[in-house]
Structures are given as structure tokens and as C-alpha cells.
């Protein structure tokens, strides 16, 4: 992949101040695009870099619609989406979380998913062009002992992605998502060391993916280079997925 090969195009993160995130957001800006954020923890490094940083919680379709509206006005047209907030939730078996919990993790990753490309992708049909890439996880493919709420959002991930890529298929808006294993840097640094060392254990290349490696999939993706690929599922898991 060259560099400058998003030129001109409009980007947004959702949960970019994250590990994965800042890491995709820096990868987008090399590649020439301009990019707009949008996490819950705002505006405060608004100065220090040329990223749009807007303060918004991805399941709240109003503050979603009010920031598509900034960065419509400040960068124009949004012709890249890239639905990376998510949430982990507690590490405990599907029987001893609760309701309140499977709702929240639910709500983040699969509705907050849901929410931004319902907002995106209109725009993106009427212009004929667009990039949407969904961040979800092996766990959505395979599930995962004491991660079930977080498991099934990702499977609704995948779900989600393969139906709104036949939706728009013949479009030019082409709807991906990718399913990394642990990736170092980002919420696997939430999990205590014998959980990592089992995750660890399970993928045949022996080492957790990079943050960087998830960016260059997602400029990839983004990119006119992909360009008959759609409702797609992309493994990033070292050998861990054989489907
Ligand atoms: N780190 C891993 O091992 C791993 C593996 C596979 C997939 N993923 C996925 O990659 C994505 C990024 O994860 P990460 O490891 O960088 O985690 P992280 O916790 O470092 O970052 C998540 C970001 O999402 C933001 N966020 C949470 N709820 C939000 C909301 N309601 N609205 C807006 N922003 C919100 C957070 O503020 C944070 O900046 C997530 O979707 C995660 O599920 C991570």
C-alpha cells in the first residue's frame, strides 16, 4: 500500500482516542485523509493535532446525528466509516452478569454500530461512494467463555455487516468488518495476566496482533483497492480462525 492513497476522503472513527483507534486514526492521516473522531472523552486534545475530536456517544442516535452534522460542515462529505467504539464488559459467565450489563455492552458495540451506519450510510448511497469497516472480534465467530455479552455483540456485528453489505451492494458503498484476535494496546490490557496467557496460548503465530496491523487492514479496506469485497469478514487472528 502507498501512502497518500486517501487523499480527499472524509473520515470517521468512532472510539479513536482507544488503543486500536488512535492507532487507525494515525494510519487514516498518513494515508492522506482527513479524520474526525468521535468518543466519549471529547474535545480535549482538539488543539493538539489536525483530528476533529468530537465529544459523542455512539448509542445515542442524536448526538450521532448532531456530530455527523460538525463534521459534514467542517470537512465536508464523509466518505469513510469506521465503527471502532466498543466496550469489553466484565469478565464473568453469562449467568452472573446482569441484564443491565449484557445491555450496556450490547448497546456500545452492536446499536452504537448500528446507529453510526444508519447516519453514514444515506449519504454514502446518494454520493455513490463509500467505505463503511466494522471492528468486530473472533470472539463473534467462535464466542468466548466468561466474554458472552461481548461475544454475541460482535456475532451481531458480523451479522450486521454481511446484511448491510447485500443491502448496498450494488450502491458503491462497500460494508466490511474485521475480526482480530487480542490485539496488545488496547482492552486486552484490562484483562489479568492468566486470562492473556490462555488467549496468548490459542493463537498458532504465538503473539498477539499490533494495533498497527489492525490499521493497515482498515486503510486497506477504506482504500480503492478494495473494490469487490462486501459484507466481508476479514481474519486477523495468526492462524487462530480456520473459517
Ligand atoms: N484490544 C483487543 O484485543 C481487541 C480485539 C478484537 C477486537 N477489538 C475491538 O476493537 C475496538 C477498539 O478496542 P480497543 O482495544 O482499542 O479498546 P479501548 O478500550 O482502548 O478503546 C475503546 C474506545 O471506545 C470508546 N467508547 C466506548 N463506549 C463508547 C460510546 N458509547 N461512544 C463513543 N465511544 C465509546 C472508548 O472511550 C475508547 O476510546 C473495539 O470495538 C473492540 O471490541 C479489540
Redesign the pocket.
Known amino acids: 500500500m502507498t501512502e497518500a492513497t486517501l487523499t480527499g476522503r472524509v473520515a470517521i472513527v468512532?472510539?479513536?482516542?482507544?488503543?486500536?483507534?488512535?492507532?487507525i486514526v494515525a494510519r487514516l492521516l498518513r494515508d492522506g485523509a482527513r479524520v474526525a473522531v468521535?468518543?466519549?472523552?471529547g474535545n480535549e486534545q482538539a488543539s493538539r493535532d489536525s483530528v476533529l475530536r468530537i465529544n459523542?456517544?455512539?448509542?445515542?442516535q442524536a448526538?450521532v446525528e448532531t456530530a455527523l452534522a460538525s463534521v459534514r460542515e467542517a470537512l465536508g462529505p464523509v466518505q469513510i466509516l469506521v465503527?471502532?467504539?466498543?466496550?469489553?464488559g466484565p469478565v464473568a459467565r453469562v449467568i452472573e452478569i446482569t441484564t443491565e450489563t449484557w445491555r450496556r455492552v450490547t448497546?456500545?458495540?452492536l446499536t452504537?454500530t448500528f446507529v453510526c451506519c444508519k447516519a453514514v450510510a444515506s449519504d454514502m448511497v446518494q454520493a455513490g461512494y463509500g467505505r463503511i469497516i466494522n471492528?468486530?472480534?473472533?470472539?463473534g465467530k467462535e464466542g468466548m467463555e466468561l466474554a458472552g455479552a461481548?461475544a454475541a455483540?460482535?456475532a451481531g456485528?458480523i451479522a450486521l455487516t454481511k446484511t448491510l453489505g447485500k443491502e448496498l451492494a450494488t450502491s458503491g458503498v462497500l460494508v466490511n468488518c474485521?475480526?482480530?484476535?487480542?490485539?496488545?494496546?488496547?482492552?486486552?490490557?484490562?484483562?489479568e495476566d492468566q486470562r492473556r496467557a490462555y488467549?496468548l496460548d490459542r493463537i498458532p503465530m504465538k503473539r498477539?496482533?499490533s494495533?498497527d496491523e489492525?490499521a493497515a487492514m482498515v486503510a486497506w479496506l477504506a482504500s480503492d483497492e478494495c473494490s469487490f469485497s462486501t459484507g466481508g469478514v476479514f481474519d486477523?487472528s495468526g492462524g487462530r480462525s480456520s473459517y
Open positions: 468512532t472510539g479513536g482516542q482507544g488503543g486500536i483507534g488512535r492507532a468521535f468518543d466519549l472523552s459523542c456517544d455512539v448509542t445515542v448526538n465503527n471502532n467504539a466498543g466496550l469489553l448497546d456500545v458495540n452504537g471492528i468486530a472480534s473472533v470472539q461481548y455483540s460482535k456485528v474485521i475480526t482480530p484476535t487480542a490485539v496488545d494496546g488496547g482492552m486486552i490490557d484490562e484483562i488467549i498477539f496482533c494495533v489492525v486477523l
